[in-house]
């Protein structure tokens, strides 16, 4: 055997691998989470798998660093991950797609400066078509069994209430102020939307071709739930509330079917309670909703019930499940549905026949939440039976995963590589521990700092989860990511009420919130000092609404914490009661009886009832347009922490609603505020 020595092959070889190297030691320098790369985080939803099954639409998310704001586009990409593209040449917002039942259309909805309009894209030949001129925003596309129509929902602007005053006419040229706004509705506004005009959503339908659009609903209601055509294309099954006394009956709705001809209306089911999201079978003989029977309590669980299309042999196909059901898609056989859950912090995907028996099919769907890591995301069914879904991790918004009949899973994008390449994620761990209340194991999360110690102690950040009805897990949290690659240890809790446990821990807080709640997340406080993984001298503590509430009354009760952010709390239950948007909505289930019939009970669970014990500095944030916890609600706690001359600062984010973090830059500003706050009373060693 001969050896010889080739110059110019050995030079190449030593390019490549010094080249290799320093690629190499790139891929591992990484930094830690930043503010500005909040902008650079893409994400996937509303995945619509074609009917044959090799195809994926779905709205690819990104932001706009220019406009402050969240865009969607709709991509395309083969069921084995190949060809990931654009769908349309369109620049305009895109949303709401689905496809044909022949697979050879999608209708989709685009929307422009001028508003938005129902589209059909043709396939084969890529040519897309505007085929409505609209008069409010449709939504719920879905097309009939032959194709021939699209059904869809839109609002139509009603006559509001008239009183008959004198006619005061202003002098030519005066700058006189706006005529007063007049309303007679239980329901008026809504937090992120302001004032709500008088008017209904109605259900219409659109030849898929274009032409006259027909409204099929009729009367003063809203027909705001699902919808779901019948196999006969003349009817449409959908959910609301036609009750005369709808307004004072605002969490129930029943199940009706429209004639889309005569608009003749039957009712389907009659419970009460809420019963919504109806979806007709593929034989058409059996109509699947999401409801439960109100029995006035603070949490209760969704359930899937079936009944055949004449409401007749009405069953509960989850009744032996302990967990609210959040979607679900009928199997093309008829004979399984597929739907998704919580469970103990995870989202699940699985599914069930008519006997009960359920069948795992995936988890950790979700990711469509940037700022905070609760529950979301949003699956479907092709009809060979794959199932494709979001898919999060603790350092991923969500990509699109896919699911064989046989159980196989291939994930099919990776929006956020570029961004994982550079950046170190703060590393995500589980904890479990018992509450002294009564011995329930309490779960809850830490994300440690980027290249953290954990052999050393740090500083722990509390961060209360909002709802209170809601829960945490091991999801993707822009904010939570946030506040760990600035030094904090953060601690994200799931204490009692909080759902994904069953009906019984979800409901532990009526008539007693915020009550042992509390004790959950400081018993939380006081097993991570245990494990040394803080101190004593080390704590701070924030959250939101209901999160904000906690926080608010955590430092009502002890003055542990360093320094204390209270984001957009309730701080007085009988003024928010009767001024949030939801004013309605909180008497019986939360607290027995109206505020003025039971002043002392919602005094008691009010955090103002304990501003006089607060010590701990205090920055108290809220969104001057915020509705939900309106900032009448900060500023009491602020203005009594000014009058007590205890540390605080108050921060009004203009034009904000409840969701502050909706536009990036204030999603960058409240966790800013919040680290800045906290640091000025951090000890650094």
């Known amino acids: 055997m001969h050896f010889y020595f080739n110059k110019s092959r050995a030079i190449n070889l030593f390019i490549i691998a010094f080249f290799g190297l320093c690629f190499s030691h790139a891929q591992v320098e990484k930094r830690p989470f930043d503010y500005m790369d909040v902008f650079d985080l893409q994400y996937a939803s509303n995945p619509k798998i074609s009917p044959d099954g090799k195809e994926i639409i779905y709205t690819r998310n990104s932001f706009d660093v220019m406009k402050d704001r969240r865009v969607g586009e709709l991509w395309i990409v083969n069921k084995d991950g190949s060809e990931h593209r654009k769908l349309t040449n369109l620049k305009s917002g895109e949303y709401a797609a689905c496809w044909s039942h022949d697979g050879k259309r999608i209708a989709f909805v685009s929307r422009t400066e001028e508003g938005s309009e129902i589209h059909v894209l043709w396939k084969e030949s890529g040519v897309i ?11 719920a596309l879905m097309w009939s069994p032959d194709d021939s129509y699209i059904a869809f929902k839109m609002f139509v602007s009603g006559k509001g209430p008239k009183l008959e005053v ?18 007679t509705r239980l329901n008026h506004e809504a937090d992120g939307r302001g004032y709500l005009k008088d008017g209904f959503t109605h259900i219409f339908i659109i030849p898929s071709n274009g032409g006259k659009v027909r409204q099929c609903s009729t009367g003063d209601f809203n027909y705001s739930g699902g919808i779901s055509w019948m196999q006969d294309g003349k009817h449409i099954v959908f959910s609301a509330n036609r009750e005369q006394d709808r307004e004072y009956q605002f969490r129930n709705s029943n199940i009706y079917k429209v004639h889309i001809d005569t608009k003749e209306i039957t009712q389907v089911s009659a419970n009460f309670g809420p019963e919504y999201s109806p979806k007709v079978s593929p034989d058409g003989k059996w109509i699947a909703y999401l409801g439960y029977e109100d029995k006035i309590r603070t ?5 899937l019930h079936v009944m055949q299309n004449d409401g007749s042999q009405k069953t509960i196909w989850t009744g032996g499940l302990d967990r609210s059901i959040k979607d679900f898609q009928w199997r093309k056989n008829g004979k399984e549905i597929v739907f998704s859950y919580d469970d103990y912090g995870v989202t699940k995907i699985a599914s069930v026949n008519s006997a009960g028996f359920l069948k795992p099919i995936a988890q950790d769907m979700g990711g469509t939440t940037v700022g905070r890591p609760y529950a979301s995301g949003q699956f479907d069914v092709s009809e060979k039976g794959a199932v494709v879904y979001t898919k999060t991790s603790t350092t991923s918004l969500s990509n699109l995963a896919i699911v064989n009949k046989r159980g196989k899973e291939l994930q099919l994008t990776d929006l956020n590589q570029e ?24 779960q809850g999360w830490i994300i440690y700092p980027p290249a953290y110690d954990k052999d050393k102690p740090g500083p722990l950040l509390i961060e209360n989860h909002g709802g209170p009805i809601l829960n945490y897990g091991e999801r993707f949290s822009a904010e939570l990511q946030l506040y760990a690659s600035k030094g904090y240890i953060v601690f994200y809790p799931n204490p009692r009420g909080s759902t994904s ?17 509390y004790q959950d997340v400081m018993d939380g406080v006081d097993e991570l000092i245990k494990r040394g993984i803080t101190t004593e001298d080390q704590l701070y503590v924030t959250g939101g609404s209901a999160g904000g509430i906690m926080t608010a ?20 239950w009988i003024s928010k009661t009767l001024v949030a948007d939801n004013y309605y909505g909180y008497a019986n289930y ?55 001359k205890i540390e605080t600062m108050l921060v009004e984010i203009p034009g904000a609603s409840h969701g502050i973090a909706s536009r990036p830059s204030n999603l960058i500003n409240k966790v800013a505020y919040t680290v800045a706050w906290c640091d000025k009373y951090r000890i650094i060693e």
Do not use: C
Request: charge should be neutral.
């Open 590 to 644: 939360r607290y027995p009886g109206q505020p003025w019939e039971n002043v002392d009970n919602y005094w008691k669970f009010s955090p103002i009832s304990l501003v006089g014990n607060i010590e701990t500095p205090t920055m108290v944030m809220v969104g001057m347009n915020d509705l939900r916890t309106p900032p009448s609600e900060a500023k009491q706690l602020y203005h009594a922490l000014k009058l007590r």
């Open 501 to 517: 446990y069953g009906e019984e821990f979800g409901d532990l807080l009526y008539n007693n919130y915020p009550g042992d709640d």
């Open 129 to 139: 078509a505007s085929i409505s001129q609209l008069s409010s925003s449709p939504s």
């Open 419 to 442: 961004l994982n390449n550079i950046v170190e994620w703060g590393e995500v761990e589980e904890i479990k521990y018992q509450s002294t209340v009564d011995n329930r194991e309490i």
């Open 166 to 183: 004198p006619r005061i006419a202003a002098p030519k040229g005066a700058e006189w102020a706006k005529k007063p706004r007049l309303t």
């Open 553 to 572: 009354w955590i430092i009502g009760k002890n003055n542990r914490f360093q320094a204390a952010v209270v984001h957009k709390p309730v701080m007085n």
């Open 299 to 303: 949490y209760q669980l969704t359930q």
